[in-house]
């Protein structure tokens, strides 16, 4: 889920950067601005979070080598958007310089960046199914070894111990 909130929040941010260009009123630019803050650090924590872990959010420290070896690759795409979106937003904050070349850096990187998401949350997608089919089987080895324990104490528990309840009610009879 959270690395699926990665593209959502790296669209978001684009969306975010491209408002605070267009937008020219003070109290508006202060709002998008404000926003912009909140989902750009957001979209850190969850980059750090993922790789890692949170105790919070019960995720663990990513070791899967595939995983690992994808956020490698990501992590220049990361670096620029990070540090371009950082400019804009302290060019933002100290006057209306232009944010043009920012802006077009992110938007240049951002598509690398969604695909390797993509790409991350399909490889989560393919360990959470693995996981699942194997509890799945666990869970009908353990169903038929209960059966078996069940039939067995049926066989040699109960039954004889029916047995001797019968021949008792006949000798008291």
Request: proline share 3%; charged share 25%; aromatic share 8%.
């Amino acid at each position: 889920n959270i690395a699926g909130r990665q593209r959502m929040l790296s669209q978001k941010l684009v969306k975010e950067i491209l408002l605070l260009k267009e937008v020219s009123a003070p109290i508006q630019k202060t709002e998008i601005s404000t926003n912009l803050n909140k989902t750009f650090s957001l979209w850190i924590e969850s980059h750090k979070n993922l790789l890692n872990g949170n105790s919070q959010l019960s995720l663990p420290i990513e070791k899967n080598l595939e995983i690992l070896a994808m956020f490698d690759a990501m992590d220049p795409v990361f670096n620029t958007i990070k540090t371009a979106i950082n400019d804009i937003i302290i060019k933002s904050k100290t006057s209306d310089r232009d944010i043009s070349l920012e802006i077009q850096t992110v938007l240049e990187n951002e598509p690398f960046f969604l695909n390797k998401m993509n790409a991350i949350v399909f490889a989560y997608d393919n360990i959470s199914y693995e996981k699942i089919k194997t509890l799945k089987f666990l869970e009908t080895f353990l169903l038929i070894v209960s059966l078996i324990i069940l039939g067995l104490e049926i066989l040699f528990l109960f039954r004889p111990i029916s047995i001797r309840i019968r021949s008792v009610i006949k000798e008291l009879i």
